[in-house]
């Protein structure tokens, strides 16, 4: 019935919307055959021709107002008003273009950091993953640690043994040297289970996947799967690559197939180069702990839940497993309890600081759009008032407060949605580049935030409510107009004195405003003292080489002659002045640290150790290559080795916490796992380890050859220009070893990367601020604009009376400084309050920092300045003569 | 207004819609044909007769075609659509309940 009605009406409304001129003409037509016709009929009955023509007319009892009646059965007014008011609208936005362009752009610049800031949400926190089915997808996390790390030996038995899943996977992460015939490259590899892509229920791109039914014990699946991104850069696409046999770290491994193109892992932001099966990790890591039931290395278990499964009934199960296991290996295995978490965050280990990082973001973009509708809403107020006699006018003339409300309200929307237009382009541009973006050089780290319709529709949502927001301002406004009285008073009529909605508007948005500019000072005073903080090493002027010799199939006794000669080659380059190995220099992401006990202590469980010491490995030269001080004792030597009594030099923070003091340290010995009694040999300085806001860490540094590691950096410290020095140790490097894949890059460059969080973080708040300011020079500007121009009457009145110029400054912009002072101060108070948050994500963020405060309020009132100046400039350019007698 | 006030409110719609259901007419013979058909009594003014057939096409329940008249003039002919035939039959049937009640009450003896 429905359907079929507007079968019948809908070409009817869209001929009355669409063909106006013919439906009209349509309309003459037909009522003008009728007066014909009955004209005829009288003139037939003997009228003359007048008197027929006069009692046709009489009879249709006025032809006008019964088209109108017509007219009005078309039921398509609401869009001929709509219509009419975009036209309307148009016209009057087309006649104030400055006006025009200020709200929208102040618009889009909101907007867009909306869109923006909510294509990163969506992206990393509610888009699903790119597998079927991905709500019922869920990984294991400890409650015990933030993360999902499980044994190998654990592992089966949850997936033996579980009733709640389909099946469970497991993989585990890392990197190797992948070698397709000429030259060896370095490669993420993701070690997964046999069925692992058949629990995503993944379909392959090209070829086939690896399945459970491939795995039959250690090392005997030697088949590699290559991520579609690898296969599309590293074999252009080769559709033969099926069957092709490739090294991974030397040993051969058939390429079986290719994943779908958008499917990166499961993690969303890593994006991994091949998959191997699990059972060959021997081969790809050079050690196994596929038998380890205590050691944590399956990095994810996932799995989808049974269809009728809830979370709760799955956690149940799977704690039960675990307590059967606890009590089975109570050696291995500790106490054991569970939470299921969407996996691509890997729960709450990254998802805890990636859901408050884009929370604190979204925040601040919220407090950037409130200001912008704060900042339109008292433009079109101001507009709305200049408008009072046009709104009276109509109003006289009978339009409704209704439709002129709903005029006002289309010109503040389309204002909203060409901002919003405008800002979303702004923000794809600004998307598209960063999902291409890789910033951290060493990790294949992508943030596939590449804009959808989720961030189309959030952007159309926040223009319209936008739209609502500021076009509601004027509204009481309208509704009090009486049309009488404005017209009467004339131009000019009428100054609010008191303190009106504007005024608080104004002052809410320079709250927000200083707000944001004060913690985005607060934040670049962080980073500028970040470049240059105290991190225990000079990173300029070094260059890292980062080797893992397994790729090249170095290990056991291979191993340290090969970094021996490592070391004699670089220094072997002219301008070297020292050389060295670490297993990973500070602040990169990932260092393992190591329980500390003291000498006395024998039993060596977690709950009796002093420190959980940050461990690295370290060959003689290292303190020199990375210009660590040594505060006393010595550093390790080359005759620290296997043979030799076990040391360690150990930072301050070690001594203090370990021994009590620096003193009490040197020469002492401690305990580990493993190694058994360590000598202290000496002691280094503090020094940044892992993040740069981090509080004083404890670090151990191990003789290599005591402590020896297939992965090392090597620290080259010359003064040399960087590409020079990058060759000569390429070829050094070549001459080596050809088939040994490495990654260079020059310290500080490596440092930027490791510290991209933070860093991204300050950045962000910096543009914040940024848009902040921009906003709070809009809104004064448009505040002293109008307040001057509202008031060019009497100001020209005072200084024809002779006035003198900063008497008719103080009248003209008197009230904006205020405005400006008061909100100044709140916010900065709220801004100091505020960026203690600030300081857990920034450098030294401190809002007591005399520089920060002084430069918060040197801002503001430059951008008073700024933006009162052409106002106060019209002021003063007033000629009372011409003034006065345009009135 | 131009309202028919001595015509029941809604019966404009059933008679328009009976007499398009005939033949297809323009608008100017309708007014012809009502005025015939009931005499004097259902008086409907020309002004009136227009907006309610511009309804009538706006509701879908008759369709407008313009044709050569009897007069051999262009004219724009109504007749009814399978909606308009369904509303017609709903409306003749509400008409008939309604003054079949009306007719019994009237009917009443007095006691």
């Known amino acids: 019935m429905r359907i079929e009605h507007w079968l019948y009406t809908l070409p009817l409304r869209l001929r009355s919307l669409f063909r106006r001129d013919r439906v009209e003409q349509d309309l003459d037509d037909e009522l003008n055959y009728h007066m014909e016709r009955q004209i005829e009929q009288y003139v037939a009955q003997g009228q003359s021709p007048e008197q027929a023509g006069r009692a046709a007319l009489r009879a249709m009892d006025g032809v006008t107002q019964r088209k109108e009646e017509c007219r009005d059965t078309r039921r398509v007014h609401a869009f001929d008003d709509l219509a009419q008011d975009i036209r309307y609208g148009m016209r009057v936005l087309a006649k104030s273009p400055g006006f025009t362009s200020v709200a929208v752009l102040t618009l889009a610049l909101a907007i867009g950091a909306n869109a923006v800031v909510f294509g990163i949400l969506n992206a990393l926190v509610l888009r699903p993953l790119n597998v079927p089915r991905a709500e019922s997808l869920y990984g294991l996390q400890r409650n015990d640690a933030h993360f999902g790390m499980e044994s190998y030996r654990n592992y089966l038995d949850f997936h033996d043994r579980n009733r709640s899943f389909e099946s469970l996977a497991g993989y585990s992460v890392t990197q190797a040297g992948l070698d397709t015939g000429d030259n060896p490259s370095r490669v993420w590899v993701v070690e997964a289970t046999g069925n692992y892509f058949d629990v995503m229920g993944l379909k392959p791109h090209l070829g086939r996947f690896f399945h459970s039914s491939d795995e039959h014990g250690p090392n005997s699946a030697p088949y590699v799967v290559l991520s579609y991104a690898y296969w599309h850069s590293h074999f252009s696409d080769d559709r033969g690559v099926v069957g092709r046999v490739v090294r991974l770290n030397k040993h051969p491994f058939t390429i079986l197939g290719v994943a779908p193109k958008d499917y990166h892992g499961t993690i969303v932001f890593f994006f991994p180069d091949v998959f191997v099966p699990l059972l060959n990790t021997e081969q790809v890591e050079g050690y196994s702990n596929l038998d380890a039931r205590n050691v944590r290395w399956v990095f994810q278990t996932l799995g989808h839940l049974k269809p009728g499964v809830t979370p709760a009934q799955a956690i149940t199960d799977l704690n039960t497993i675990g307590g059967w296991l606890q009590t089975q290996y109570p050696k291995e295995v500790g106490a054991m309890s569970f939470k299921l978490v969407p996996p691509g965050l890997y729960g709450d280990y990254l998802g805890r600081p990636v859901k408050a990082f884009v929370a604190g973001l979204m925040l601040l973009a919220g407090l950037i759009l409130l200001a912008a509708c704060a900042n339109l809403g008292s433009l079109f107020a101001a507009r709305a008032a200049d408008r009072s006699r046009e709104v009276a006018l109509r109003l006289a003339l009978g339009a409704s407060r209704n439709r002129i409300l709903r005029t006002l309200f289309t010109e503040a929307v389309m204002i909203a949605l060409m901002g919003g237009a405008a800002g979303l382009a702004g923000s794809v541009v600004l998307l598209r580049w960063l999902s291409v973006w890789q910033p951290v050089a060493r990790f294949p780290i992508n943030i596939p935030v590449t804009p959808d319709t989720n961030v189309y529709l959030a952007a159309l949502l926040l223009a319209l409510v936008s739209g609502a927001l500021f076009g509601i301002v004027p509204v009481r406004q309208v509704l009090r107009t009486n049309p009488y009285q404005v017209i009467k008073a004339g131009p000019g009529g009428a100054i609010g004195r008191r303190l009106s909605a504007r005024d608080l508007l104004l002052v809410t948005q320079i709250t927000i405003c200083a707000v944001l500019v004060t913690s985005s000072m607060v934040a670049v005073r962080g980073l500028m003292r970040s470049l240059d903080a105290e991190v225990g090493v000079e990173p300029r002027h070094a260059m890292l080489v980062n080797t893992i010799l397994r790729m090249a199939g170095y290990s056991g006794e291979a191993m340290p002659g090969m970094q021996r000669r490592m070391i004699d080659s670089m220094q072997a380059i002219p301008g070297v002045d020292a050389v060295a190995l670490v297993t990973m220099p500070p602040l990169e992401m990932g260092a393992p640290s190591q329980m500390v006990y003291k000498d006395e202590t024998t039993d060596l469980r977690p709950s009796n150790m002093v420190a959980d010491a940050l461990r690295y490995s370290i060959s003689p030269d290292y303190f020199q290559a990375a210009r660590t001080r040594l505060l006393s004792g010595r550093s390790v030597t080359w005759h620290d080795d296997q043979n030799a009594p076990t040391v360690a030099v150990v930072n301050r923070e070690f001594a203090r916490k370990v021994f009590g003091s620096t003193a009490k340290a040197m020469g002492s010995y401690f305990r580990m796992r493993g190694t058994g009694r360590v000598q202290v040999v000496g002691i280094v300085e503090d020094g940044k380890y892992v993040t740069l806001t981090e509080d004083a860490t404890a670090a151990m540094f191990l003789p290599i050859l005591q402590a020896p590691s297939n992965e090392t950096w090597l620290v080259i410290r010359s003064n040399r220009e960087e590409r020079q020095l990058a060759t000569a140790i390429q070829a050094n490097l070549r001459k080596l070893d050809a088939g040994l894949p490495y990654y260079m890059q020059t310290w500080t460059k490596e440092l930027e990367g490791a510290l991209f969080a933070s860093r991204v973080a300050t950045v962000a708040l910096g543009i914040m601020g940024m848009l902040g300011a921009m906003l709070a020079i809009t809104g004064i500007f448009g505040m002293a604009a109008y307040s001057v121009s509202k008031r060019l009457r009497e100001l020209g009145i005072r200084m024809a009376l002779g006035a003198r110029r900063q008497e008719i400054l103080q009248a003209g912009l008197g009230r904006a400084l205020k405005l400006l002072a008061v909100g100044s101060a709140a916010g900065m108070i709220l801004g100091v309050l505020s960026t203690r948050v600030l300081a857990s994500i920034v450098y030294e963020a401190t809002p007591r920092d005399p520089l920060v405060l002084a430069g918060v309020i040197v801002a503001m009132l430059f951008l008073g300045l700024l933006a009162t100046w052409i106002p106060a400039q019209r002021a003063l350019s007033l000629d009372p003569l011409t003034l006065l007698r345009e009135e | ?111």
Do not use: C
């Open chain 2, 1 to 111: 207004m131009s309202r028919p006030t001595d015509l029941v409110q809604g019966t404009l719609d059933l008679l328009l819609l009976k007499i398009v259901a005939l033949e297809p007419l323009n608008g100017w013979a309708i007014s012809q044909r009502l005025r015939q058909v009931s005499g004097d009594i259902l008086q409907v003014s020309d002004g009136s007769l227009y907006p309610a057939l511009h309804k009538l096409e706006q509701e879908g329940w008759i369709a407008a075609e313009w044709k050569a008249s009897e007069n051999n003039r262009r004219a724009k002919f109504y007749s009814l659509t399978r909606l308009g035939r369904r509303q017609l039959e709903k409306e003749a049937a509400n008409w008939t309940r309604l003054s079949d009640a009306i007719t019994q009450v009237v009917r009443l003896e007095e006691a």
